[in-house]
Every structure is written in C-alpha cells, then in structure tokens.
C-alpha cells in the first residue's frame, strides 16, 4: 500500500488533566519539527529533558523528546513523541503550534494504527488486538485482546493460509506437469490428506468463537421468572446497588434492566427482566415480549421462583443452559430445595455466594482448557466459515476436476487472507479505525 506522506499529530495519553500527556507525531516532517520544537534532536529511543518553544522563541513547556526513525517505529514512519505537564493550556498550546506547520495535521481516529496496519507493521487481526486491549475490563478481555494483538491469532491464520498455497502449487504441478519425471504421480493424494487435516483443525478453531466472543463481549446471563420472585432483588444484590425499582407489586419491570459486573476476570452483562405471565395489560405484554427476546439471545438463564414454587425450565427459541434459582429464603427456611440448583435470600444474602460459585463455574466450563488464540469477533467466525466450507467442498468434489478442486481451496484461502488484512479488505478498515480514540 502507498504510504502517506502527510505528517499527522495527536494526544495519545489519556484524558485532561494528567500528571503527563504525551503527543504523537508521524510522518516525513516528524523528526524536523521535533527538532524545530526542541532545538536538537537525542539520539534514537533515547529520551531527552528539552524545553519544548514555540518557533517565536516561547518556551511550551520542559518535558521529554523521544524519536522513532524509520522503519523502526510504530507507523513505520518517522516518529517522535513529545512528554509534557498534563495540563490543559499547556497541551492545547503545543497542539497549536503542531498545526502552525505546513502539511502537517490532527491525526484522525485510528490514524495511527491504519499507517502501522499500510506499512506493515501490523496486521487486521493485530489492530483489530490492539482496539481490544485499550479497552478491555477485565483481566480475560485482556488477556484474549493482548494474545491477538501480539499476532497469536495472526501466525495460525497465516500458516494456515500457506499450507493451502502450497497445497495449490502442488496440485498446478501435478496438472501442468504430469509427464515430467521430477513430479511424483498422484501427489494430489498428499494434498487431500492435509486438507482433511486443516478442515478438522479449522473446524475445531471454530468451537472455540463462542468462548472468544463471550470474553470480548462478556457472557450474557439473563434473570427470568414470574411476577414478584425477587428478580430485581437479585439483580441488585449481585450488582451491589440500586439498578432495579423492587416493590411488593406484581409486574414491577417492564423493560429490560442491564448491568455489568466482572466475575473470575471475565465480563457478566447481567440482565433484568419482566415478570412471564399471562396478561392483558398492553404495557406489560411488551415488556414480557422484550424479556422473551432477550432470553432467546443469553448463554445463560437463571430461572428463578420462590421456594415451594416451580421453575420454569424452557423458554421459546433459547436451547442454552438454564440455572434454577429458589428465592426468598429467609421465608422458606424448612422448604425443601432439591429442585434448585441453589437457593438464595436477596435480603439476607444467604446464597449470594453460592449462585456465584455457580456462574464462575459455568465460565470455568466454558473456556475448559482452550488457549487464547481464538477467534473474538463475528467476522472472524463468517470468514473461518467460509473457508472451512470451501475447504470441505474440495474435498467431497472427488468426480470434479483438479482445476475445479483447487479454485475450491482459492477460495479457503482468500477468506482466511481476509481476516489478516493479505487480502484486500478496504470496505472494512474504515469501520474498523472509526472505533479506535484519536492518537491510536
């Protein structure tokens, strides 16, 4: 890809005010005005206590110069960065005198990361890590995002894609070739028997999209239950404060109610919902198609109902795992629980820790022992898919031709480059760059 030669320049530390803010910048004039900026340039990835001026002479500020040449930096490009005092004036003030100079502007959002990702520093998949991590929560977020920013992902896809390469070249040979003595006969048979290898191994990858997906985008665990069996009472108490109206009448919630909450290091979007129960009421009936419709998209739902009473074990479109919760137990202390997975007491607390235990084990069995290379993010899934299915049509297309069976693994191939960037994928970077924070 072209590289671009406007310089560009942005805050990249957090918010103001700070104890110390640090500005980017990059491009072919980043070193001259670093320089222009602080009198002299220090040696490469060496800091440097320099008074930062204006170019009337105005001292900015005192602070840190630090300069990346190219190729050896993280655009790939010149690259300096300036550490001042986080204070507002002084920011604004440097940020001012960057835009005095010619052909050189406010970076946009991801601009940063899109000049690594065109000079090859990184990858899709990489940058895709790299979004992740700066906003991960967790301790699982980032662990997941840090294993693909640092190109665990990456280097399976990539192998993955030169083995169908090669796997292409050979079955070319063997079709242009076959009458020569260098070229062994039905090399082709090699070649299906590590594509039958790469489909199963694809197909494994793929089981572990949902664990990925719920890492990055947190495991959805809905409370659901008839009118008045302490749903908001419990989404209270796990989320320790008042997210939820409770109240002695029946039909309390009528939307669903949201929460996050962070168990083990991985991310719990907790979700409150109406009372299921048959109704005339027009407001309520809403609310209870609102909680139908998000139970059929949670991993897991904890079906709650008083104690004595029967919870509900299905629920219309959702196949997923379903956790009996008994309720208000400090009213039923004799009743008998086997019918619960486990019984709690919102007021008191008793069986607080206890349903937690419940929902750190459902993670636990979850993620099992899968590393973390594993794909986060429903392109990801779409794409392995799609390469998985072409792969597995080369192989049960025995009655085709050689040539046809090889477009087959093309295709494979071009879906996994896709994922990675080797493909051309700029209908995706726009939206990609177009979450990241300025600076990145």
């Not at 659901?224 to 108490?237: D, E, F, V």
């Not at 086997?338 to 750190?360: F, K, M, P």
Request: net charge negative.
């Amino acid at each position: 890809m072209a590289i671009v030669n406007e310089t560009i320049y942005a805050l990249s530390s957090g918010g103001l005010p700070a104890g110390v803010a640090v500005v980017r910048i990059s491009g072919s004039l980043a070193l001259p005005i670093a320089e222009c900026l602080a009198g002299s340039l220090p040696a490469p990835r060496q800091a440097a206590l320099k008074t930062i001026r204006t170019r009337n002479g105005l001292a900015i500020d005192r602070g840190l110069l630090l300069i990346f040449p190219a190729p050896a930096s993280f655009t790939g490009e010149d690259c300096a960065e300036i550490q001042v005092h986080g204070g507002k004036a002084v920011v604004n003030a440097l940020l001012d005198e960057l835009s005095s100079f010619d052909q050189c502007r406010l970076a946009e959002h991801g601009e940063f990361s899109r000049r690594a990702l065109e000079n090859g520093k990184m990858d899709l998949v990489e940058v895709e890590g790299l979004a992740d991590l700066i906003s991960a929560e967790t301790e699982m977020q980032r662990r997941l995002a840090l294993e693909h920013a640092a190109g665990g992902l990456s280097g399976r896809y990539n192998a993955w894609a030169d083995r169908l390469t090669r796997a292409r070249a050979l079955i070319e040979a063997e079709l242009d070739f076959a009458d020569e003595d260098d070229v062994p006969g039905s090399v082709s048979e090699l070649v299906w028997a590590d594509m039958k290898k790469l489909a199963a191994e694809l197909s494994d990858h793929l089981t572990g999209a949902d664990l990925g997906e719920i890492i990055r985008d947190g495991l959805k665990v809905v409370i659901a239950g008839p009118p008045n069996a302490g749903k908001s009472s419990l989404m209270n108490a796990l989320a320790k404060r008042e997210v939820a109206i409770v109240t002695d009448i029946a039909g309390t919630t009528r939307d669903v109610l949201h929460v996050d909450l962070n168990i083990e290091g991985f991310a719990v979007k907790l979700y409150d919902t109406a009372g299921l129960r048959e109704t005339d009421e027009v407001v309520e009936r809403e609310g209870i198609r609102r909680a139908l419709r998000t139970v059929a998209d949670a991993d897991l739902v904890l079906s709650l109902a008083e104690i004595g009473g029967s919870p509900q074990l299905n629920f219309p479109g959702f196949s997923g795992k379903v956790a009996t919760v008994g309720t208000k137990a400090d009213l039923h202390r004799d009743a008998d629980n086997g019918i619960y997975d486990v019984r709690i007491s919102s007021t008191t607390g008793a069986g607080l820790t206890e349903l937690h235990h419940l929902l750190r084990q459902d993670l636990q069995d979850r993620s099992g022992s899968l590393s973390l290379a594993l794909p986060s993010r429903v392109r990801h899934r779409t794409l392995l898919k799609e390469s998985l299915d072409a792969v597995s049509l080369a192989l049960a297309t025995v009655d085709m031709g050689l040539d046809i069976r090889a477009e087959h693994l093309r295709q494979a191939a071009t879906s996994l480059g896709r994922i990675t960037g080797r493909v051309d994928v700029e209908d995706l970077l726009d939206v990609i760059f177009s979450e990241f924070c300025i600076g990145k």
